[in-house]
Protein backbone atom coordinates (compact mmCIF):
# COMPACT_ATOMS: atom_id res chain seq x y z
CA UNK A 1 0.00 0.00 0.00
CA UNK A 2 1.18 3.47 -1.07
CA UNK A 3 0.05 6.74 1.18
CA UNK A 4 0.92 10.31 -0.43
CA UNK A 5 1.77 13.46 2.30
CA UNK A 6 2.33 16.85 1.35
CA UNK A 7 3.39 19.81 2.67
CA UNK A 8 6.56 17.79 4.50
CA UNK A 9 6.82 18.63 7.48
CA UNK A 10 9.77 20.82 8.93
CA UNK A 11 11.13 17.67 10.76
CA UNK A 12 11.12 15.66 7.74
CA UNK A 13 12.46 18.67 5.67
CA UNK A 14 15.32 18.60 8.30
CA UNK A 15 16.01 14.60 8.50
CA UNK A 16 16.12 14.60 4.90
CA UNK A 17 18.94 17.57 4.76
CA UNK A 18 20.58 15.92 7.73
CA UNK A 19 21.02 12.59 5.91
CA UNK A 20 22.25 13.93 2.69
CA UNK A 21 24.87 15.56 4.60
CA UNK A 22 26.28 12.46 6.33
CA UNK A 23 25.46 9.94 3.99
CA UNK A 24 27.00 9.31 0.41
CA UNK A 25 25.25 9.15 -2.76
CA UNK A 26 24.65 5.29 -4.05
CA UNK A 27 23.81 3.80 -7.26
CA UNK A 28 23.69 6.11 -10.87
CA UNK A 29 21.32 7.79 -12.60
CA UNK A 30 19.24 5.20 -15.09
CA UNK A 31 16.80 6.52 -17.27
CA UNK A 32 16.10 3.11 -19.21
CA UNK A 33 14.89 1.35 -15.83
CA UNK A 34 14.76 -2.24 -15.62
CA UNK A 35 11.97 -4.80 -17.44
CA UNK A 36 9.72 -5.80 -15.42
CA UNK A 37 5.89 -5.04 -14.87
CA UNK A 38 5.09 -2.00 -12.37
CA UNK A 39 3.72 -3.44 -9.27
CA UNK A 40 3.43 -0.81 -6.48
CA UNK A 41 2.57 2.52 -7.92
CA UNK A 42 2.33 5.94 -6.29
CA UNK A 43 0.21 8.97 -8.49
CA UNK A 44 0.13 12.53 -7.18
CA UNK A 45 -3.98 12.86 -5.62
CA UNK A 46 -4.76 16.18 -8.19
CA UNK A 47 -2.42 15.24 -11.11
CA UNK A 48 -0.73 18.00 -10.71
CA UNK A 49 1.54 17.10 -7.43
CA UNK A 50 5.16 17.33 -8.15
CA UNK A 51 5.32 13.48 -8.18
CA UNK A 52 3.38 12.28 -10.72
CA UNK A 53 4.71 8.19 -10.38
CA UNK A 54 6.61 6.12 -8.60
CA UNK A 55 7.36 2.72 -9.28
CA UNK A 56 9.22 -0.49 -9.26
CA UNK A 57 10.01 -1.35 -12.60
CA UNK A 58 12.69 -4.84 -12.36
CA UNK A 59 14.93 -3.91 -10.05
CA UNK A 60 14.78 -0.26 -10.61
CA UNK A 61 13.02 2.62 -8.89
CA UNK A 62 11.54 5.09 -11.11
CA UNK A 63 9.94 8.35 -10.04
CA UNK A 64 8.60 10.48 -12.90
CA UNK A 65 7.05 13.98 -12.05
CA UNK A 66 5.27 16.70 -13.91
CA UNK A 67 7.15 18.56 -17.25
CA UNK A 68 6.77 21.84 -15.03
CA UNK A 69 7.62 20.77 -11.33
CA UNK A 70 9.83 22.79 -10.07
CA UNK A 71 11.93 20.19 -8.75
CA UNK A 72 15.81 20.04 -8.58
CA UNK A 73 16.90 16.72 -6.56
CA UNK A 74 14.93 13.68 -5.68
CA UNK A 75 16.34 11.75 -2.44
CA UNK A 76 15.28 8.55 -1.34
CA UNK A 77 14.96 7.58 2.51
CA UNK A 78 15.24 3.99 3.62
CA UNK A 79 12.80 1.92 6.00
CA UNK A 80 15.94 2.89 9.07
CA UNK A 81 15.95 6.40 8.27
CA UNK A 82 18.56 6.70 6.44
CA UNK A 83 19.53 8.20 3.07
CA UNK A 84 19.52 5.29 0.23
CA UNK A 85 20.54 7.91 -2.40
CA UNK A 86 19.93 11.26 -4.33
CA UNK A 87 19.76 12.14 -7.86
CA UNK A 88 20.28 15.62 -9.19
CA UNK A 89 17.24 16.53 -11.65
CA UNK A 90 18.83 17.97 -14.98
CA UNK A 91 16.48 21.02 -16.80
CA UNK A 92 13.61 19.41 -18.62
CA UNK A 93 13.58 16.05 -17.02
CA UNK A 94 10.54 14.52 -16.15
CA UNK A 95 12.04 10.87 -14.18
CA UNK A 96 14.77 9.28 -12.36
CA UNK A 97 15.25 6.08 -10.81
CA UNK A 98 16.95 4.31 -8.37
CA UNK A 99 18.52 0.34 -8.97
CA UNK A 100 18.02 -1.17 -5.76
CA UNK A 101 19.14 -4.54 -6.99
CA UNK A 102 18.09 -7.58 -4.30
CA UNK A 103 20.15 -6.45 -1.66
CA UNK A 104 17.80 -3.69 -0.41
CA UNK A 105 16.03 -3.70 2.95
CA UNK A 106 12.42 -4.66 2.18
CA UNK A 107 9.86 -2.42 4.17
CA UNK A 108 8.45 1.61 3.52
CA UNK A 109 10.79 4.10 1.65
CA UNK A 110 10.23 7.60 1.14
CA UNK A 111 10.63 9.46 -1.94
CA UNK A 112 11.12 13.38 -1.38
CA UNK A 113 11.09 16.14 -4.07
CA UNK A 114 13.26 18.95 -3.39
CA UNK A 115 14.14 22.34 -4.67
CA UNK A 116 16.60 24.62 -3.73
CA UNK A 117 17.56 22.54 -0.34
CA UNK A 118 13.72 22.39 0.60
CA UNK A 119 10.95 19.56 0.75
CA UNK A 120 8.81 20.17 -1.58
CA UNK A 121 6.38 16.66 -1.31
CA UNK A 122 7.44 13.56 -0.36
CA UNK A 123 5.98 9.78 -1.44
CA UNK A 124 5.30 6.73 0.53
CA UNK A 125 6.16 3.07 -1.03
CA UNK A 126 6.59 -0.13 0.55
CA UNK A 127 8.71 -2.26 -1.35
CA UNK A 128 8.47 -5.72 0.19
CA UNK A 129 8.71 -9.27 -2.18
CA UNK A 130 6.27 -11.98 -0.65
CA UNK A 131 7.59 -14.80 -2.81
CA UNK A 132 5.61 -18.37 -2.76
CA UNK A 133 5.96 -22.00 -4.20
CA UNK A 134 2.76 -22.50 -6.50
CA UNK A 135 3.98 -25.65 -8.57
CA UNK A 136 6.95 -28.54 -8.54
CA UNK A 137 7.41 -32.14 -10.28
CA UNK A 138 10.39 -33.78 -11.50
CA UNK A 139 11.62 -34.48 -15.11
CA UNK A 140 10.58 -37.90 -15.04
CA UNK A 141 7.14 -37.59 -14.22
CA UNK A 142 6.64 -34.22 -16.25
CA UNK A 143 9.04 -33.80 -19.23
CA UNK A 144 6.65 -31.16 -20.54
CA UNK A 145 7.51 -28.90 -17.99
CA UNK A 146 11.34 -28.93 -17.96
CA UNK A 147 13.84 -27.14 -20.41
CA UNK A 148 14.04 -28.71 -23.94
CA UNK A 149 17.16 -31.06 -23.56
CA UNK A 150 17.65 -34.80 -23.30
CA UNK A 151 15.65 -37.00 -21.52
CA UNK A 152 18.11 -38.89 -19.76
CA UNK A 153 19.83 -35.28 -18.55
CA UNK A 154 16.39 -33.97 -17.21
CA UNK A 155 14.48 -37.09 -15.74
CA UNK A 156 16.65 -36.51 -12.44
CA UNK A 157 15.71 -32.93 -11.99
CA UNK A 158 12.93 -31.00 -10.78
CA UNK A 159 11.15 -27.75 -11.40
CA UNK A 160 9.83 -25.38 -9.20
CA UNK A 161 7.67 -22.50 -9.92
CA UNK A 162 7.42 -19.42 -7.94
CA UNK A 163 5.51 -16.38 -7.71
CA UNK A 164 6.46 -12.92 -6.26
CA UNK A 165 3.09 -11.50 -4.85
CA UNK A 166 4.78 -8.61 -3.35
CA UNK A 167 5.91 -5.42 -4.63
CA UNK A 168 9.33 -5.76 -4.51
CA UNK A 169 12.04 -7.77 -6.28
CA UNK A 170 14.05 -11.11 -4.62
CA UNK A 171 16.56 -13.22 -5.67
CA UNK A 172 16.66 -17.09 -5.37
CA UNK A 173 20.19 -18.09 -4.31
CA UNK A 174 19.45 -21.77 -3.42
CA UNK A 175 17.33 -24.73 -4.23
CA UNK A 176 17.00 -28.03 -1.55
CA UNK A 177 15.99 -30.90 -1.26
CA UNK A 178 15.92 -32.74 2.12
CA UNK A 179 14.27 -35.90 3.04
CA UNK A 180 13.21 -38.61 1.55
CA UNK A 181 13.75 -38.08 -1.91
CA UNK A 182 16.24 -40.38 -3.73
CA UNK A 183 19.03 -37.86 -3.62
CA UNK A 184 18.95 -35.45 -1.11
CA UNK A 185 20.67 -31.91 -0.55
CA UNK A 186 21.93 -32.46 2.35
CA UNK A 187 25.10 -35.02 3.67
CA UNK A 188 22.69 -38.01 2.93
CA UNK A 189 23.11 -37.17 -0.57
CA UNK A 190 24.78 -33.97 -2.46
CA UNK A 191 25.80 -32.23 0.79
CA UNK A 192 25.77 -28.72 -0.70
CA UNK A 193 22.88 -27.75 1.68
CA UNK A 194 25.48 -25.78 4.18
CA UNK A 195 28.00 -24.67 1.10
CA UNK A 196 27.96 -20.86 -0.10
CA UNK A 197 29.42 -21.59 -3.19
CA UNK A 198 26.26 -23.98 -4.91
CA UNK A 199 22.85 -23.10 -5.38
CA UNK A 200 21.19 -25.94 -6.60
CA UNK A 201 19.91 -23.94 -9.49
CA UNK A 202 19.80 -24.61 -13.16
CA UNK A 203 20.03 -21.99 -16.11
CA UNK A 204 19.00 -23.46 -19.31
CA UNK A 205 20.44 -20.65 -21.23
CA UNK A 206 23.90 -20.95 -20.12
CA UNK A 207 23.55 -24.79 -19.57
CA UNK A 208 25.06 -24.51 -16.20
CA UNK A 209 24.64 -23.50 -12.21
CA UNK A 210 23.95 -20.11 -11.45
CA UNK A 211 24.63 -18.29 -8.50
CA UNK A 212 20.71 -16.93 -8.02
CA UNK A 213 17.61 -16.24 -10.46
CA UNK A 214 16.05 -12.76 -10.01
CA UNK A 215 12.49 -12.30 -10.01
CA UNK A 216 10.18 -9.28 -10.00
CA UNK A 217 7.46 -8.26 -8.56
CA UNK A 218 4.39 -9.48 -9.85
CA UNK A 219 6.32 -11.95 -12.06
CA UNK A 220 5.94 -15.83 -12.23
CA UNK A 221 8.92 -17.96 -12.88
CA UNK A 222 10.29 -21.82 -13.07
CA UNK A 223 13.29 -22.54 -11.70
CA UNK A 224 15.00 -26.02 -12.29
CA UNK A 225 17.05 -27.89 -9.88
CA UNK A 226 20.87 -29.03 -10.60
CA UNK A 227 22.15 -31.83 -8.56
CA UNK A 228 19.62 -34.42 -9.69
CA UNK A 229 17.58 -34.40 -6.56
CA UNK A 230 15.75 -37.43 -8.12
CA UNK A 231 18.92 -39.47 -8.99
CA UNK A 232 18.86 -43.30 -7.22
CA UNK A 233 22.48 -43.67 -5.93
CA UNK A 234 23.50 -46.32 -4.52
CA UNK A 235 24.13 -45.94 -0.72
CA UNK A 236 22.32 -42.42 -0.52
CA UNK A 237 18.69 -41.34 0.24
CA UNK A 238 16.28 -43.40 -0.51
CA UNK A 239 16.40 -46.21 -3.41
CA UNK A 240 13.74 -48.68 -4.52
CA UNK A 241 12.81 -51.96 -2.99
CA UNK A 242 10.51 -54.83 -3.45
CA UNK A 243 7.91 -53.53 -1.25
CA UNK A 244 6.13 -49.81 -1.70
CA UNK A 245 7.70 -47.14 0.13
CA UNK A 246 6.23 -43.76 1.22
CA UNK A 247 7.87 -40.77 3.05
CA UNK A 248 7.96 -37.16 2.98
CA UNK A 249 10.24 -34.56 2.16
CA UNK A 250 10.90 -30.77 2.28
CA UNK A 251 11.56 -28.55 -0.64
CA UNK A 252 13.14 -24.86 0.65
CA UNK A 253 14.39 -21.62 -1.71
CA UNK A 254 16.94 -20.08 0.11
CA UNK A 255 16.11 -15.75 -0.98
CA UNK A 256 18.06 -12.30 -0.63
CA UNK A 257 15.39 -9.72 0.44
CA UNK A 258 12.31 -11.49 2.36
CA UNK A 259 11.71 -13.88 4.80
CA UNK A 260 15.13 -15.52 3.60
CA UNK A 261 13.79 -19.29 3.77
CA UNK A 262 10.32 -20.29 2.23
CA UNK A 263 9.47 -24.15 2.22
CA UNK A 264 7.01 -27.09 1.20
CA UNK A 265 6.22 -30.44 2.09
CA UNK A 266 5.90 -33.19 -0.28
CA UNK A 267 4.34 -36.87 0.78
CA UNK A 268 6.30 -39.45 -1.80
CA UNK A 269 5.65 -42.75 -2.84
CA UNK A 270 8.02 -45.18 -4.64
CA UNK A 271 5.97 -48.06 -6.16
CA UNK A 272 7.84 -51.95 -5.89
CA UNK A 273 10.30 -52.37 -7.95
CA UNK A 274 13.40 -55.80 -8.11
CA UNK A 275 15.45 -52.89 -9.58
CA UNK A 276 17.42 -50.24 -7.39
CA UNK A 277 15.81 -47.32 -9.41
CA UNK A 278 13.31 -48.96 -11.56
CA UNK A 279 10.40 -47.98 -9.25
CA UNK A 280 7.59 -44.97 -9.93
CA UNK A 281 7.45 -41.76 -8.12
CA UNK A 282 4.47 -40.23 -7.16
CA UNK A 283 4.58 -36.63 -5.49
CA UNK A 284 1.76 -34.94 -3.78
CA UNK A 285 1.56 -31.41 -1.47
CA UNK A 286 1.10 -32.51 2.15
Known sequence: MTRYNSPISRRTALRTAASAALVSVAGCLNNDGDSGTPDDVTDSPDGHGPLQRVAVEGTTLVVEFSPDADVDQINLIQPNGELFGTRDVAAGAQRVSFAIGTSYASGEYSVIALRNGDALAETLLS????????????????????????????????????????????????????????????????????????????????????????????????????????????????????????????????????????????????????????????????
Do not use: H
Request: include cysteine.
Open 127 to 286: IQPDLEIVDMGIGRNQPEKMWNGPRDEITEEAFVTVENRGSGPDAITKLLFSGDVPYPSDEEGTNYADSDDVSGIYDPKSESEVNQVVISAGEQITVYSSRSPFAFVPGAGTSCTEDEQSGEFELALETQVGVLRIANKYDIQYSASSEPDGCDITLSET
